[in-house]
Each structure stands twice: as structure tokens, then as C-alpha cells.
């Protein structure tokens, strides 16, 4: 059964500093994988997508994420972390490969991101 | 441009009375989804419905908790005989009818806070 593991619970990062959150998935198949943002109170917005091509993906805010097929791992990554940037990370692999049919997404525990001045 | 509507977004009840929560897919979309998140647990898959039909209702608890998304108004999440477990935030996602339209991207509501007291 399709699994994502996000190892860190609570990560905090100076402001301007890099920051990497790990995502590790189990999945049979090629996964497509999605990094989401929650800020307190709300609902969910997605960062970024990966189903093929290129390993390297690019989102808003100026993250991106690479995918390792090797590592099993779909890590999020930022140069350099805004104060509000503070927030709860959410990596998350398609239930069903053939995703345009629509499927549910299985999501990991979270990452909480606290951004220090 | 409304997205992902929920109500109520706050809703307190005692043990042992009924719960409704509705959910108000994005305009276009047929397939819509219900994740309950509980602190620290991440956001657990509970339905996925498309008009009329229950499409994977594995992550259900097989008492007291039933979906549907009729052909006319919003998804209906009801949870009856509520226990203090029942507690959580419940978030609604919707996504575009099969297709290329279907990137397999969620789209969130802010999610509906239950309460049981």
C-alpha cells in the first residue's frame, strides 16, 4: 500500500537561511507526488507537483523539489526562508496511477516550519 | 472565483447528537473528497464521491459516519451519536470531471472544526 513518511515533526530555520524537509513515499509504481502548505487555520494549498519528466520541479513561492527514485525520497527545498514561510508542510503520493481518473491523495504527518529572526 | 466552500467552519456538539458538515465543490468539478486531520496525525483519507456515486469509502469508520454528493447541492459529510474522538478538522477537496482537465491536484476548503464537548 502506497505510504509517506516525512521524518521531521518540527523543523526551525533562521531567517534567510536554506531549508530542505524531507519526504520519503512507499508507492508500487512510477508515484506522482505533491507537496502542500498549510498556515494555521486554513485549508490546504499546493506547492508543487511531480508525475514525470524532468526530476526537478519548480513551485510557487520559490520552492522546488526533487525527486530520487533511488532514495524514494521527493524532498522540498527553499535558498533562503521567509518569516512567512511559517507554516505546516504536507507531502502527499496519488493513491491511483491512473490519477486523471481521479483519485484520493494519501498524505504524510507534516512538517511544522518555525522561522527564527 | 470561489473555490473549495465549507460550512459550518466551527461546529460544537454534545456527545451523542448529529454532526453535518457540507462541502461546495470548486464550479466545474465532479469529484470531491473528505480528509479528517487530527493534531500531530496529518490528514487521513476518509471518501471520495463523485455526483451520486461513492467512489472509495475505505477510509470510513463503518459506524455512524456516511457521505454523499447529491446531483443537485453540496457534499454532505454526517456523523451521528458523535463521540469526543470525533473531535477534529474536517477538510473537503474537490477536483476537476476525468481527463486532461485532471491534473490530479487537490483543492482545499478551509475545513469544518468539530467540537464535541
Known amino acids: 500500500a502506497q505510504s509517506v513518511t516525512q521524518p521531521d515533526i518540527h523543523i526551525t530555520v533562521s531567517e534567510g537561511a536554506s531549508l530542505e524537509l524531507r519526504c520519503n513515499y512507499s508507492?508500487?509504481?512510477?508515484?506522482?507526488l505533491f507537496w502542500y502548505v498549510q498556515s494555521p487555520g486554513q485549508g490546504l494549498q499546493l506547492l508543487l507537483k511531480?508525475?514525470?519528466?524532468?526530476?526537478l520541479v519548480q513551485g510557487i513561492k520559490g520552492f522546488e523539489a526533487e525527486f530520487k527514485r533511488s532514495q524514494s525520497s521527493f524532498n522540498l527545498r527553499k535558498p533562503s526562508v521567509h518569516w512567512s514561510d511559517a507554516a505546516e508542510y504536507f507531502c502527499?503520493?496519488?493513491?491511483?496511477?491512473?490519477?486523471?481518473?481521479?483519485?484520493?491523495?494519501?498524505f504524510g504527518k507534516g512538517t511544522t516550519l518555525s522561522v527564527s529572526s | 472565483n470561489a473555490g473549495v466552500m465549507q460550512n459550518p467552519r466551527h461546529l460544537v456538539r454534545r456527545r451523542g447528537q448529529e454532526a453535518r458538515l457540507r462541502c461546495s465543490p470548486m464550479?466545474?468539478?465532479?469529484?470531491v473528497y473528505w480528509y479528517r486531520q487530527l493534531p500531530e496525525e496529518g490528514l487521513k483519507f476518509m471518501v471520495y464521491?463523485?455526483?451520486?456515486?461513492?467512489?472509495?469509502e475505505s477510509g470510513m469508520p463503518k459506524e455512524r459516519f456516511s457521505a454523499e454528493f447529491p446531483k443537485e447541492g453540496p457534499s454532505i459529510l454526517r456523523i451521528q451519536q458523535v463521540v469526543r474522538g470525533d473531535s477534529a478538522a474536517y477538510f473537503c477537496?474537490?477536483?476537476?470531471?476525468?481527463?486532461?482537465?485532471?491534473?490530479?491536484?487537490?483543492?482545499f476548503g478551509e475545513g469544518s472544526r468539530l467540537t464535541v464537548l
Open positions: 477537496a474537490s477536483s476537476p470531471p476525468s481527463g486532461r482537465r485532471n491534473t490530479g491536484e487537490l483543492f
Open positions: 511531480y508525475f514525470s519528466g524532468d526530476t
Open positions: 464521491l463523485q455526483k451520486e456515486n461513492i467512489i472509495d
Open positions: 464550479k466545474g468539478h465532479s469529484h
Open positions: 508507492y508500487g509504481a512510477t508515484p506522482y
Open positions: 502527499a503520493v496519488g493513491r491511483n496511477p491512473n490519477f486523471k481518473a481521479g483519485t484520493a491523495l494519501i
